[in-house]
Every structure is written in C-alpha cells, then in structure tokens.
C-alpha cells in the first residue's frame, strides 16, 4: 500500500523553539508539498519541491522554511515557532507530470504555547 | 490560475438522506477535478478524479460527481447517506499541460457535513 509518513502526529512546542516536521513518501514521487489547514481557510500551500534539493514557495511561506535532501524525504522548519503557527500540517506528493493528483500523509497537529 | 469555491460551509442530512455537495471552479480550460474528504484528525482521501471523458464518475464509498462544463461545476452526490460519510469534504482543481512543478492543486475551503441519525 503506497504511504505518505508524517513522523510526528501531535505536538507540542513553546514559543522561539524551532521546530521540524518530517514527511516521507514511498511511492518514489518527484513532487512534494506542505499544507497548512486552519478552519474555515482550507488547504494553503507553504512549499513544495519537484526535485531534490529544489524547492519552491508557495502562498504562505513566511515563517517557514523546507528541506529536500533525498527524493523521498520532504522536511518542514519553523525556526523560531510562533502561537499564530499552531495549525494542522498536512504532507502530501504527486508524480511529476501527471494530473496534480495528491496523496496526503495523516497530518500533523502542532500547537505552540 | 485557477480557483475553486465551496459554497456550503456546513450541511446537515439525515441518516438516509441524498446528499449533493456543491463545487465551482474557475479555469481557461477542462481541468482535472478531484474530491477528497477527511476525517477528524486525519489526512485527506481522494474520492474520486475526472480527467477526461464520462462526464460522470464514480468513485469509492457510493460517492458520484458530475463534470458540467456549462456551469464550471463538479458537484458530488451520495443517493443515501451513512452516518460514517460524516466528515469534511475538499474540491480540488489541477491545470492541464503543466510539467515538472507546475502542476499544484488548488483547494476549495471545504464543506463540513454532519449526519443526523
């Protein structure tokens, strides 16, 4: 069964801490993505990545930084965690050239205090 | 760019019940189409994706849609609603022709539907 695994399901930080969320696909995509979902604004694009070591910003990036080191791994950094980035992170990849179809992991709920 | 809109923040059925979810898109061209839905706590699942051809597909867990051209709509249906279809439901629209990294999904803001037994 191809899977998207995000490491770490729940967590906890407090304000300034940097915090990394890690992703890992084995369905060998080439592309890669991190989500933010808040209630009532859906699905927002923080960054992506179409190959290793390229990344891309998406909508909101500010705050956030990425990682691509290895083609199935796919890193998510807050440098320094604010209260206003508490929010649920959803990773997800495609294959290059297809039609954008998504697989998502199970996201990740990070609270900051 | 594309876009997409959910009209329905919230819907209400009763166990049984026909649903229909709304969803418009905005795009220069036939895009691809998906529907997703998540569960509480958890990642998002496709439904089901239009590509090309029948205008109506089918997807898993009795869910349909159906490609309008006319009115730039997707809409998905369920003839009869089970209290575990109770979830969150997300359109997507992806552009047609794009290579390499060019090909992001947008996301409608979601429907949250509740079932009443």
């Known amino acids: 069964d191809v899977k998207v695994t995000q490491s770490s399901r729940y967590l906890v930080k407090r304000t300034g801490e940097k915090v990394f969320l890690e992703c890992v696909q084995d369905m060998d995509h080439e592309n890669m993505f991190w989500y933010r979902q808040d209630p009532g604004l859906g699905l927002r694009l923080i960054y992506f990545?179409?190959?290793?070591?390229?990344?891309e910003k998406g909508d909101i990036p500010e705050g956030y930084s990425v990682s691509r080191e290895k083609k199935e791994r796919f890193s998510l950094i807050l440098e320094s965690a604010s209260t206003n980035q508490t929010s649920m992170y959803l990773c997800a990849s495609s294959l290059r050239g297809g039609t954008g179809e998504l697989f998502f992991g199970e996201g990740s709920r990070l609270t900051v205090l | 760019a594309q876009s997409v809109t959910q009209p329905d923040i919230h819907i209400t059925v009763s166990e049984g019940a026909s649903l229909e979810l709304r969803c418009n898109y905005s795009y220069g061209a036939t895009p691809y189409l998906f529907w997703y839905v998540q569960s509480p706590g958890q990642g998002l699942q496709l439904l089901l994706k239009y590509f090309s051809g029948d205008t109506l597909v089918q997807g898993i867990k009795g869910f349909e849609a159906e490609f309008k051209r006319s009115q730039s709509s997707f809409n998905l249906r369920k003839p009869s609603v089970h209290w575990s279809d109770a979830a969150e439901y997300f359109c997507?629209?992806?552009?047609?022709?794009?290579?390499?990294?060019?090909?992001?999904?947008?996301f409608g803001t979601g429907t949250q539907l509740k079932v009443e037994l």
């Open positions: 997507a629209v992806g552009a047609r022709g794009l290579t390499g990294g060019g090909n992001k999904l947008t």
């Open positions: 990545s179409y190959d290793v070591k390229m990344k």
